[in-house]
T-cell receptor, first 110, second 115 residues
Framework: RKEVEQDPGPFNVPEGATVAFNCTYS??????FFWYRQDCRKEPKLLMS???SGNEDGRFTAQLNRASQYISLLIRDSKLSDSATYLC???????????FGRGTSLIVHP | DAGVIQSPRHEVTEMGQEVTLRCKPI?????LFWYRQTMMRGLELLIY????????DSGMPEDRFSAKMPNASFSTLKIQPSEPRDSAVYFC?????????????FGPGTRLTVT
């Protein structure tokens, strides 16, 4: 099993839709988790951290499921500007050295 | 703050040539990371520094790659000799800490093409 796995997509959804991505990880010792967003031909930027209790920021909700070793990102009321690649980040083992997933591509169409 | 600065933004070179990529991290950030991104392998961590000292270079693909950080405001990634399979986008990132919910700030990247 790879350290961090994501469905590459693309997820193709209409404006206003709700879409969710999952990211599975293999190292149960990982403590901190993140979602980054990467626009086409741009650098990754932090979208949100993922806390044990979940984290909500406007239309975005991140959840952690330690038992099943996955994190999720839910986007409500999708906007055209949400079109991007979403990368999950899981620090390796007991350290905080980040391991990036390959990313999930989201395309929001009118 | 200007953010993480990388140069050049684009580099086209011939196989066998030496390539040097440059990075200026955000002032005050103690951690600097070099990544490589390709379609096939995604974003891979090559090496990271803490207070100018290389901590983990296990991601450096082979001896042709080397990285230095002579001071807190400058780092280089060198490839000598370059090969076509080195073609990728190389990102530099910096972070103030490496614990808890920290954020990495990425530079705009250097798009390297080796012909």
């Amino acid at each position: 099993r790879k350290e961090v796995e994501q469905d590459p997509g693309p997820f193709n959804v209409p404006e206003g839709a709700t879409v969710a991505f999952n990211c599975t990880y293999s190292n149960s010792a990982s403590q901190s988790f993140f979602w980054y967003r990467q626009d086409c031909r741009k650098e990754p930027k932090l979208l949100m951290s993922v806390y044990s209790s979940g984290n909500e920021d406007g239309r975005f909700t991140a959840q952690l499921n330690r038992a099943s070793q996955y994190i999720s990102l839910l986007i409500r009321d999708s906007k055209l500007s949400d079109s991007a690649t979403y990368l999950c980040v899981v620090p390796s083992g007991g350290s905080y050295i980040p391991t990036f997933g390959r990313g999930t591509s989201l395309i929001v169409h009118p | 703050d200007a953010g993480v600065i990388q140069s050049p933004r684009h580099e086209v070179t011939e196989m066998g040539q030496e390539v040097t990529l440059r990075c200026k991290p955000i002032s005050g950030h103690d951690y600097l990371f070099w990544y490589r991104q390709t379609m096939m392998r995604g974003l891979e961590l090559l090496i990271y520094f803490n207070n100018n000292v290389p901590i983990d270079d296990s991601g450096m693909p082979e001896d042709r790659f080397s990285a230095k950080m002579p001071n807190a405001s400058f780092s280089t990634l060198k490839i000598q000799p370059s090969e076509p399979r080195d073609s990728a986008v190389y990102f530099c990132a910096s972070s103030p800490i490496l614990a808890g919910p920290y954020e990495q700030y990425f530079g705009p990247g250097t798009r390297l093409t080796v012909t």
